[in-house]
């Protein structure tokens, strides 16, 4: 790795070792460095530098206490515990053993080991850690914590969630249910430009700057919905990294999805437009089985999504139907994995 003499407002990366730069202080702000010279106090430097990391990293700071002289460095890993923190000391091991003593006597320390050791121990911290907030995050619960500016609303079957043309000061997560989003041209032709299920996010482009909807959106079926202020959902996604992190995954989903509708409409039949609009529809490739679609989701709403006649679908429909791709009737549209085959092969 390489080894970089640390400076003000440098960019901390993975896999990079920095030295702090003599007769200084060395401070973590925001993934960036702050050199402060002349340095404040003799053998406080560790401590000034665990101290900013725990403030800056909180429950994602480790602090490791090495070899050296006398008691640096303790106050600090006092710290990133108290920032729900993880820190380490090496063992008898250490040829001058002062700061890793001190650090271990202070009871703050929780693995105490050979350098040798450290990397594995590390490893195995790293990969817990992200299976337990795989485990423990529920996106529900985290937007429930934006506070003022949010509201759970129920909107009933074909009741209008918002309308194209209308301000687009709000966000909304729909926690049940299926919304379809629609727009109508000026010369008054509807199309429908998507299905959406619990998870997903609609009304986001006010976040980036539109004033106005450029769509509608409308309950499919019984629908309970999180209605979220765009003042407030900007501020939770700068103050909540999770949520950011979810929020940009599902922005990132939508747009690889955007760009296969494209290349689909440019380069595919309509019959495999329509075998891949509904195994989308129906979660293929999901954890879950094949389920029903939308309950009477009409041919019509199909023949907007795919880009072609209603008679045209009707006619792939039966096909699919004959061939044991999908089951409709009173109940719904069930679609089988099977389908794929006319997506897969011409």
Do not use: W
Not at 212 to 232: F, N, P, V, Y
Not at 282 to 296: D, I, L, R, S
Request: with cysteine; net charge positive; hydrophobic share 40%.
């Amino acid at each position: 790795m390489p080894v970089v003499l640390a400076v003000t407002a440098m960019p901390i990366r993975a896999n990079h070792v920095y030295v702090i730069p003599p007769n200084a202080d060395l401070l973590i702000e925001s993934y960036t460095f702050k050199v402060v010279s002349p340095r404040t106090r003799r053998n406080d430097q560790i401590d000034l530098l665990f101290i900013s990391l725990a403030e800056a990293m909180g429950a994602r700071a480790i602090g490791i206490i090495l070899s050296g002289y006398d008691g640096d460095g303790t106050e600090g890993c006092k710290h990133i515990k108290a920032a729900g923190g993880t820190t380490f000391a090496q063992d008898m091991s250490a040829e001058e053993d002062g700061m890793p003593l001190s650090a271990q006597a202070s009871g703050c320390v929780d693995f105490v080991l050979p350098p040798n050791k450290i990397p594995d121990a590390l490893q195995r911290l790293v990969s817990t850690i992200a299976t337990k907030k795989k485990l423990d995050f529920d996106p529900k619960r985290l937007l429930a914590t934006i506070g003022e500016g949010r509201t759970v609303v129920a909107f009933p079957k074909k009741q209008t969630i918002f309308t194209q043309g209308d301000a687009a000061d709000t966000v909304f997560y729909i926690q049940k249910g299926t919304v379809r989003l629609t727009v109508v041209s000026k010369d008054g032709k509807d199309a429908t430009i998507g299905i959406l299920n619990p998870g997903d996010f609609c009304g986001e482009g006010g976040l980036a700057g539109q004033p106005l909807r450029m769509g509608s959106a409308t309950a499919m079926t019984d629908c309970e919905l999180m209605r979220i202020d765009k003042k407030a959902m900007m501020l939770a996604l700068h103050r909540e990294r999770a949520l950011s992190d979810m929020f940009t995954a599902y922005l990132l989903g939508r747009n690889i999805r955007y760009e296969a509708d494209l290349v689909d409409q440019l380069f595919s039949s309509s019959e495999k437009r329509l075998a891949r609009i509904l195994l989308m529809l129906a979660h293929f490739g999901k954890e879950g089985k094949p389920e029903t679609v939308v309950p009477q989701i009409s041919q019509e709403t199909l023949a907007q999504m795919v880009g072609t006649t209603r008679s045209r679908v009707s006619f792939f429909m039966n096909k699919f139907k004959k061939l044991g791709f999908v089951e409709y009737g009173g109940s719904g549209l069930k679609v089988h994995s099977s389908l794929l085959n006319v997506v897969l092969h011409d």
